[in-house]
């Protein structure tokens, strides 16, 4: 984690003129001795926060790993309440089901489809605009700016946009989930702080050498920016991913619901039930439908577990760099 | 003149997003007239009319306004009191632990939720707090105690909804704030340890006012946000049963103005929120410079 590392190579760069009594109030780097030692006061306290870690770390894991669990066991180990952290009588029936419905497996395509080309056309888009903005020496950006960042601050709120996308003609069309968020002013900004870390004399090497601004940025701003652009493309992903409340606006049409939104439907079905339970007798029906519903919920969210990694790596970069100005 | 020659291509590239803004941002803001009208789909925009001020007097007549704003007022409340502090108290326990594994093995899963869309995280929520299959309600059972009714109590909802963005949020607010821990300088940890200081004296002495000046620009923040609330979370999370706590402005203005047709008495109250809250923010903005940190702008 970035963090960790770099209030490590902080401390040991402190400790570097070898202190032998001090107590390091840093964690220690791995490769030094073990720590000297410690009171039994210390001892305490670390016991106390590594256990409320762990138990804090559990509890946020434990719905997800349920969930899991529920997905694979069978309605009567379910109805016992025997399911808690892995299958119970294992099933694969639930998940079978699923994926055999024709129209969840078309709205994983939906969302597939949007994802890859909605984020391309927001990428595309948001370089486009974050580019001229990073260059100092251009005329009018400081009006462009407050341009842009007045739409962060003030917005006519859902019923005149929803109208500005229906007199577009852009109900029940896939581009209403992508047009109206073309383009990001945060991301923008983003952007142009990192556009900004690269040097000045480069541009001026170039323009020397007869570069003109399109091939700047084509051959030496982009191929300088892969970490970013990866950040900034997965921050656009997830959003296409997850968002439902779009889909749910603007779209009618099932044959275009996006997964998100037919998970919706999916669970709305059933909460009813959860809600009215104290109302309604006791169904066999309900409780298949908890392993159904575990079903969906996970195959809605594996394919973020797989990007997961990467997810972190760049999040965490970027969303330090969100408080970076410029 | 030279200058906007030489960089023509420049100004060509912005013009997407020049359009774009005005189409999603500014003809919208423009649409605020809609709150003065009396709109009628057939008759359009400028076909409709005037209405003065019938909507905004219609808006505070309503009972219904009264228990959004409430609502929307309270679950912001606890989000302040409950979700605000959570992060800090993570990334102070974070960067006490010693072992690497451990931190970062808890830190993937605490970020985890926050990549789940809210549909995901609102399912796995009715089903694990379910009275009759839910695996909290069998812990509760095994215990000895009766089955709550989580999402159909109304006190239950909203304790329900809070701590579920403390779910959501909690881990990936900590990077900010580690970020900042990491920032400070050993030197002053070293001198509290001659000084004799202990590991919690540490953390009151040294880490804490350090990091005060981000906390206090978070705070400001989220305060400016008081009266905007995002319509995933609580869409995701109500059912009919608890409407009554669990209908805020966002979620109104979608069932009233999109599903039912309302669009002259609902844009004006989200135009009320987008008011109190442009106030707000300027206000919190503000008060960051004054807090003696960066404002957002």
Sequence with gaps: MVSGTASNSASSSASGEAKPTGELARPAPATRPRRLKRTPGEVVFDTLVYSALIVFTFICLFPFLNTLANAFSSSTAIQTGKVLLWPVEFQVGSMKMILADSSVIRSLLVTVFLTVVGTTLNLLFTIITAYPLSRRDLKGRGIFMRFMVITMLFSGGMIPLFLVVKSLHLLNTLWALIIPGLISAFNVIIMKSFFQTIPDELREASVMDGCGNMRYLIRIVLPLSGASLATIGLFYAVGHWNAYFGAVLYIDNPDLLTLQAKLRNILLLSQMDTSLEQMTMESKFTVIQESLKAAVIVVATVPILIVYPFLQKYFVKGSMLGSVKG | ?297
């Design chain 2, 1 to 297: 003149m030279k200058e906007w020659k030489k960089n023509y291509d420049l100004y060509l590239l912005l013009v997407p997003a020049v359009v774009f803004f005005i189409v999603f941002a500014y003809i919208p803001m423009g649409g605020l007239v809609i709150a003065f009208k009396d709109y009628n789909l057939f008759r359009g925009l400028w076909g409709s009319d005037w209405a003065g001020l019938a909507n905004f007097r219609e808006m505070f007549s309503i009972p219904e306004f009264f228990r959004i704003t409430r609502n929307t007022l309270l679950l912001n409340l606890l989000g302040l009191l409950v979700c605000f502090p959570a992060p800090i108290l993570l990334a102070l326990m974070l960067n006490e632990v010693r072992s690497r594994y451990l931190k970062k093995i808890s830190q993937s899963m605490l970020y985890l939720p926050h990549f789940m869309s809210w549909i995901v995280l609102g399912g796995i929520v009715y089903a694990v707090l379910s009275p009759k299959y839910g695996v909290v309600n069998q812990i509760l059972r095994w215990l000895g105690m009766k089955e709550i009714y989580f999402m159909a109590d109304q006190t239950w909802w909203v304790i329900t909804y809070t701590l579920s963005a403390v779910w959501q949020s909690a881990g990936w607010g900590t990077i900010i704030y580690l970020a900042a821990i990491t920032a400070i300088d050993p030197a002053l940890y070293e001198a509290a340890s001659i000084g004799g200081a202990g590991r919690i004296r540490k953390i009151a002495s040294v880490t804490l006012p350090s990091i005060m000046p981000t906390i206090v620009i978070l705070f400001i923040l989220a305060v400016g946000h008081m009266v905007s609330i995002g319509i995933e979370q609580p869409l995701a999370l109500a059912n009919s049963v608890v409407s009554d706590v669990s209908e805020v402005i966002s979620t109104y203005v979608y069932r009233v103005g999109i599903k039912q047709g309302e669009f002259g008495l609902t844009t004006a109250v989200g135009m009320v929120q987008s008011v109190i809250n442009l106030c707000l923010v300027v206000a919190a903005n503000h008060f960051a410079k004054r807090a003696g940190g960066e404002g957002l702008w």
